[in-house]
Nanobody
Framework: QVQLVESGGGLVQAGGSLRLSCAAS????????MGWYRQAPGKQREYVAH???????RYADSVKGRFTISRDNAKNTVYLQMNSLKPEDTAVYLC?????????WGQGTQVTVTS
């Protein structure tokens, strides 16, 4: 059974950086897209970014210019480099990958940004 495992979350001061990773264990036959969402307490899950097989990327306006998504196809791993973090970036960050966004989900990793 395929599992997605995120890592790299933690506590950081505003203006700091973190790099999240999400690796798939097991065999996934078709990964067209990899992405990240986040969910803050009491809020709905929010799209952050995604990257396609061809390397095309897209970002939510709230993170554009600060976050960078990348992938290593050989390792079935997606990364999220987060710079200039703000307190409003505090959330559980969840990765997703597969034929489409939402095919598979990780369990999430907590990111907390203090002011």
């Amino acid at each position: 059974q395929v599992q997605l495992v995120e890592s790299g979350g933690g506590l950081v001061q505003a203006g700091g950086s973190l790099r999240l990773s999400c690796a798939a264990s097991g065999t996934i036959f078709s990964i067209n897209v990899m992405g990240w969402y986040r969910q803050a307490p009491g809020k709905q899950r929010e799209y952050v970014a995604h990257i396609t097989n061809s390397g095309s990327t897209r970002y939510a306006d709230s993170v554009k210019g600060r976050f960078t998504i990348s992938r290593d196809n050989a390792k079935n791993t997606v990364y999220l480099q987060m710079n200039s973090l703000k307190p409003e970036d505090t959330a559980v960050y969840l990765c997703t990958m597969g034929q489409y966004l939402g095919s598979l989900w990780g369990q999430g990793t907590q990111v907390t940004v203090t002011s």
